[in-house]
């Protein structure tokens, strides 16, 4: 008795196969970039602010702590305009 319900559920688990369809792998490829690049601009951002906060007044630490934040906030916007694109074009195309 134990044994026919033992093969019982390896067969249905055998017949249970997971598909995952090249669409979801783009998909979640795209999304993992997305998200470590968004991560890489906020360290970014954390790092600066504190190299501007701690720069003691001197001229060229505070332009490149403003220059390095401005282009990792430029960053993140052009990751979430990415982000619309592609979810844009996958939604339409259906990719």
């Given at each position: 008795m134990i044994?026919?319900?033992f093969l019982a559920a390896i067969e249905k688990i055998d017949n249970?196969?997971?598909v995952i369809t090249p669409e979801q792998v783009l998909q979640n490829?795209?999304?993992i970039a997305y998200f470590a690049i968004g991560i890489v601009a906020v360290v970014m951002i954390i790092v600066s602010g504190f190299t501007l906060f701690t720069s003691g007044g001197?001229?060229?630490?505070v332009k490149k702590a403003k220059n390095t934040i401005m282009?990792?906030?430029?960053?993140l916007v052009v990751v979430i305009i990415?982000?619309?694109i592609t979810k844009f074009i996958i939604d339409t195309v259906g990719v």
């Amino acid at each position: 008795m134990i044994n026919t319900i033992f093969l019982a559920a390896i067969e249905k688990i055998d017949n249970v196969s997971p598909v995952i369809t090249p669409e979801q792998v783009l998909q979640n490829g795209l999304n993992i970039a997305y998200f470590a690049i968004g991560i890489v601009a906020v360290v970014m951002i954390i790092v600066s602010g504190f190299t501007l906060f701690t720069s003691g007044g001197d001229a060229e630490a505070v332009k490149k702590a403003k220059n390095t934040i401005m282009y990792a906030v430029i960053g993140l916007v052009v990751v979430i305009i990415a982000y619309a694109i592609t979810k844009f074009i996958i939604d339409t195309v259906g990719v």
